[in-house]
Each structure stands twice: as structure tokens, then as C-alpha cells.
């Protein structure tokens, strides 16, 4: 039983970066383990590795809800973009084991590539270059050999091979200026700031106005953020980790109502994620300080 419990977290972490959203990756884990104690006692105790079953059958759920998610975000109002986690100090649950580690493979800029794959192509990088699942086992999930599941995560580690990311500390300095620039409404320092193609996108889901949809290029931003600068007088603009790389957060009354996640690349900010769909705050809800 503790056995189980304890694995509850690498599951939350296994189905985050599967689904790039904490309350899809926490809706699988609870029909994992729905699916566990649904074992008659015999069937379970036939069961060598439960933590590796646990892990299986994650798997398939959430390869299944890959496939359906498609269909979903063709309905979704405007653009869908990864929902953002907090730094682990500022998590508003209070329990540890539904925490999200934050490494590399949980960046925005990762997550959105991951976005751009096949359900299996993700399934079997992930599994294997993130948790380092074997492949033989990676083919039970997504129904495919051996060999094709090594295939789906050679093509998967192609298109991620152009989106490692800058050095925090540089890019920690970057976002800081962006927001300063932002403040004083320095629209040459911003365009400074942004890569000539730089492209800038919002998430409402249609819950929430939005000032920012899809830009592109460093003036259009500029002139934009600039524009909608005194909207700011009324939020508190605060630096933070998204998704453990530096970012943004706009608070209203201790509330955080936005969340901006940024990619950069040669000193310049190429892409900016604005997160305004309050259903994708919910972990940011207590971490106004």
C-alpha cells in the first residue's frame, strides 16, 4: 500500500508533461489508481511490479486522452497553451506528492514542441528520454515494437533539438528588464529586448479579456504592451518561475490573473505566452505573497 502512495507523485509528473495540464494529469491518476483497488485480490497479487503497472496503465489513459484531446482543442476558444506551474515554495496544495519537479522537460518552450507531436511520438520520448522507461514496456503502451517505439522517440528528439533553453541567470536578466521596460512604457528598450520575429501569444480559453492575442515581430509587441501599459496600474507585475524558467505574474486584489512565460534566444525574447484562462491558474491561487 505505501508502495502505491508513494508512487503517486512520479505518476502526477509522468502524466503533467504527457498532457500539459496538472488537473488532466490528476484526473489519470486518480482512474490509475481507480483501476488498482478495482483488482480482485488474486489479480493484484499476480501483479509482479505494481509500480510499473501504475505506470502502464497511466500511460494508455493518457495516450488515449492525447488522441481525444485533438478533437478537444479544435473547440477550444482561441489559443491553448501548456498550463503553467509555480515554483514548488509557492505550490498551493498542500500536498507534496501531487508537487510537479521542474526540470528542463517541463519548460514552456518543451512543452509546446510537445504539443506539435503525435500522441505516440510523446509517449515514447517522453517515457523514455524524460523517466527513462525501456522501450520494450514504452510498446505495451502505445501498441507499437520495440523498434518503432525507438523511431517515435528519435523523431521526437529531432524537433526538440532546436528549443534548449538559454541559461537561466541570462534569462532571468532579460525578463527583469522586459518588465521594467514594460512599466516605464520604453517602447525602444522593449523592441531591444524582443527578437525581430519574435511572436507573442494569449490563452483565455474565453474566460477572460484578453489585450495580447497573436503578435508577431518586435515592433507590433512593443507597441501593444506599450499601448496597454497603464492597465497595469491597477496589477502588481511580479518576476517568478513558470514552469521552473524565469516569467511573469500579474496579481489583481492577491489574485494571480496572468501569467507570462517567455523563450529566448542569442540575449533576445522570442516568444512570449501569456496565460489569462483563470482554470489554468488554479495553482497559482495562494501564491501571492
Avoid at 176 to 190: C, G, M
Amino acid at each position: 500500500m505505501q508502495l502505491l502512495i508513494s508512487e503517486r507523485r512520479q505518476l502526477i509528473n509522468v502524466a503533467y508533461r504527457l498532457l500539459g495540464s496538472v488537473a488532466d494529469a490528476e484526473d489519470v491518476v486518480q482512474e490509475t489508481y481507480a483501476r488498482w483497488y478495482a483488482l480482485t485480490p488474486a489479480e493484484a497479487q499476480a501483479i509482479d511490479n505494481p509500480a510499473a503497472w501504475l505506470t502502464k496503465v497511466a500511460g494508455r489513459i493518457c495516450l488515449t486522452q492525447l488522441t481525444s484531446a485533438r478533437v478537444r482543442r479544435e473547440r477550444y476558444v482561441g489559443e491553448w497553451i501548456p498550463e503553467p506551474v509555480p515554483d514548488p515554495s509557492e505550490w498551493s496544495t498542500a500536498d507534496p506528492a501531487d508537487l510537479i519537479t521542474l526540470d528542463e522537460s517541463v519548460g514552456m518552450a518543451f512543452l509546446v514542441v510537445l504539443e506539435s507531436m503525435t500522441p505516440a511520438e510523446r509517449v515514447a520520448f517522453v517515457l523514455h528520454d524524460v523517466f527513462r522507461y525501456p522501450y520494450k514496456e514504452i510498446a505495451e503502451i502505445v501498441g507499437r515494437s520495440t523498434a518503432a517505439c525507438r523511431q517515435l522517440a528519435s523523431s521526437a528528439r529531432r524537433r526538440l533539438d532546436a528549443s534548449r533553453p538559454t541559461p537561466a541567470a541570462v534569462e532571468e536578466q532579460i525578463v527583469r528588464d522586459f518588465k521594467r521596460a514594460w512599466e516605464s512604457k520604453d517602447i525602444d528598450a522593449l523592441i531591444g529586448l524582443l527578437d525581430p520575429e519574435a511572436t507573442t501569444v494569449a490563452d483565455t480559453g474565453g474566460h477572460a479579456p484578453v489585450f495580447v492575442k497573436s503578435l508577431s515581430g518586435a515592433a507590433q509587441i512593443a507597441e501593444t504592451f506599450t499601448k496597454f501599459a497603464d492597465r497595469l496600474l491597477g496589477l502588481d507585475l511580479k518576476e517568478c518561475l513558470v514552469n521552473g524558467r524565469p516569467g511573469l505574474r500579474a496579481e489583481s486584489a492577491g489574485t494571480t490573473v496572468t501569467v507570462y512565460a517567455f523563450d529566448t534566444k542569442a540575449g533576445r525574447i522570442t516568444r512570449i505566452w501569456a496565460i489569462r484562462n483563470p482554470d489554468k491558474l488554479q495553482t497559482w491561487s495562494d501564491t501571492a505573497h
